[in-house]
Every structure is written in C-alpha cells, then in structure tokens.
C-alpha cells in the first residue's frame, strides 16, 4: 500500500499563489507495453493530480507526488490536449508566447504524444495547428498571417528540418531577443500545408539518423508557429494604422532523458551521449535556479539547448524583466514499467522543480507604424508638389 513517505518531496510554500504565474506540469503515463515490461509501478490518484511510484523490488516505500494533471494510461490524444496545450494555444491567438516541452526517457511517448499523425491518435502538434486555422476561419474581425518552422538539435548542431541543407543554424541575439539566425521561415494559409510541411520536417528528421545509423529520439527537435495578427485601428487603404499582436508557439520534443551509460559507449554514440547528458543537465541546473529565488546565476549558456530554449522564451532561462516569457508547459512522458522505475522517477523530480519556476508572460503586442509612415511620406510628398507649383 502507499505510504506519504514523497510528500516531503511536494512543492508547497514555493509556489506562486495562481498557478497561471509558474510552469505547468502534466504527467502522462503511457500503457504498459505487452512484451519485455511489468506496468504497474506508476499509479495515477482519482483525484487525478496525484501519482503513486511503487519500488518495492528495491524495498523502498510508496511515494507520492502532485501535479497539475496527472493523465493515465488510458487518458486520450485529446484528454493530454485539452488539459495541457489548448489553454496555451488560446494564448498564443491573444499575443502570448507558449511552449510545451516534452521531457521523459525514450520510449515514454514524446514523440506520439506530440507528433503522431495516427488517424485514432493525432498528436499536440497537428492539434494545435488545426485549432489555429479553425479559429483563424471563425475569426471575422482580424486579419492573420502564420510561420512555421522547424529544427532539430543534434550534436550541438541546429540543423533546419525544412532545409536539410542548413545544418548549423546559428543562435543569435539583438534587442528583441534570442533567435535562430538563418532559419526558414514558411507562410502557411491552412492546415493541409501544416501537416505538409510537418511529415517533410518528420522525414527529414529520419533521414538524418538513418543515415548515421542512429536514432531520431537522439536530437532535440522544436516546430516554431508564430501567428501575426492584425486589426485596423484608424484610417483606410495606404494610410491605415494596424494594432498587430504577435504570439509564438513553441513545441519541443526532447533527446530522451535516460542516463545513457558512458562505459560501453565509443565514438559517436559516446558523443552524443555527452552532448545529451550536458544539455538536459543544464536545462535542470537552470530549472533549479530559476526555482530557488536566492539564486544568481542561471548558466544558460552552458549548453546550445538551453540557448535554443531561450528562442521558445522557456520561462526558466528568459527573465521576466526582458519583454516576458512564454507561457511554458511540461509534459513529463513515463512509463508504469517496473524496469524504468529510477529512470521515472527521475523525470518526475525534474517536473516537480519546474513546477516552482515562476512565468510572467505579456501581450506583444504594437501599433504598426509603417502604415503611419507611409501616411506622413504622402503627406510630405504633397507639399513638396504644392511649394514646386
Ligand atoms: P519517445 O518519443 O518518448 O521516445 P515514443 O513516442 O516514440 O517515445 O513512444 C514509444 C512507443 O510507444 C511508440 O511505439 C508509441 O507509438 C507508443 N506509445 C507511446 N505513448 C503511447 C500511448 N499513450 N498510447 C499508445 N501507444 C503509445
Ligand atoms: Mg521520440
């Protein structure tokens, strides 16, 4: 039976009084495969924020842990949506920034619960987008435009999955933040050319791996969507001044969290171990910075995915006090399989310290000046013909 033997572990007078202000966290559990696993180490409360882990193979108790949702092995492609990514799609068509990130060890349903294209089983990704284009249609009094990119992580190379050609993107900076310098930047009008544009990205993502005769869940990969959108405050034709909100959405699938074992490992599979154990280690040391108020230094430029995650404003490594950061979700993908159990439990420790990681995200939102401006350059252009007569 389950002791509170965790409870210690639980996040309490460190968190923001109105969770909207921190890092959401969501667990999901994926069902037990039917070969090579015994499920039942992970348990999901009824009240479905509380999760038990069972060790007792390693004779250690029960312990406990809360989230803000915990979705079982039976909760839906659609439960994990609702729940978790559609608040911050909302977000994203109102200015906002938003990020979801996966995080789990490989095999735990990243990459499905994010990207699967399944008929029975569409991932976060499609989601979103479709929800973007369906509000888009619905939406009368606004005119919009959306980007989508699309890169991967791998070996501290940014490679553009869009362009495969473009593997070392380049992170830059100037006064309106942290981005990837170079990176292809795609119109989409709907959301046949999304899905299009994401299974060339999948595919190209593939080819890259095969072709080192490694594994896809080895790289990090982001689909950026940022969506324009503009309404008419004053003035018509070429002298109309537009209120343009910009929101972003960010989706993150990260290199599996497991701890890869450096011993065996030679050559490349030992590099990328590294790169991996050194970028999911800063992105936690930078986590638990960000949690502890007393903290000074977040070391973001340690790794190129911390770097990377500046550019999706992940609140953890974007400062409040710099134009905001996004509103950022983590879905912490495990499995109830008593063989992964450390690894498990490991990723639900990650969740819990993000969960105290505050978020203060703002509207970008401006007046679009260039309408001004041609309006004042026609103006100007009068008065030159009028004093030349
Ligand atoms: P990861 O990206 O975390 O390495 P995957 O998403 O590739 O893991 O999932 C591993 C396998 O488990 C895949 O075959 C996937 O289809 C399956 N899977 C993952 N989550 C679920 C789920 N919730 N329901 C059914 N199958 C799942
Ligand atoms: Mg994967």
Redesign the pocket.
Known sequence: TATSSGAARRPTSALPDRPEERVKVFV?I??T?AEGETGGAVRAKADSKGLVIFREHANIPASEFEFDKVLG?S?SQSDVYHAAVKPIVEDVLNGYNGTLM?Y??????????LS?IAAD?IGMIPRAAAEVFSHIEQDGGHEYSVYMSYVQLYMELIQDLLRPESENLQIRENEGGVFVGGVHQQEVQNITQCLHLLSLGDRNRTIAFTALNAHS?RSHAVVMLTVIKRRSVSGTGDAEIQRVKVGKLFLV?LA?SERLKKSKSTGLRANEAKSINLSLTTLGMCINARADPNAAHVPFRDSKLTRLLQVCKVAALVRDSLGGNAKTSLLV?ACDAAEHVDETLQSLQFGLRAMCVRTQAVVNERVDYKTLHAEMIAALENQDRKSSL
């Open positions: 999901r994926r069902p495969k092995p909760a996966a789990g060890q490989t095999g735990a349903g990243k990459t499905y619960s699967s089983a869940s699938d599996g993908a």
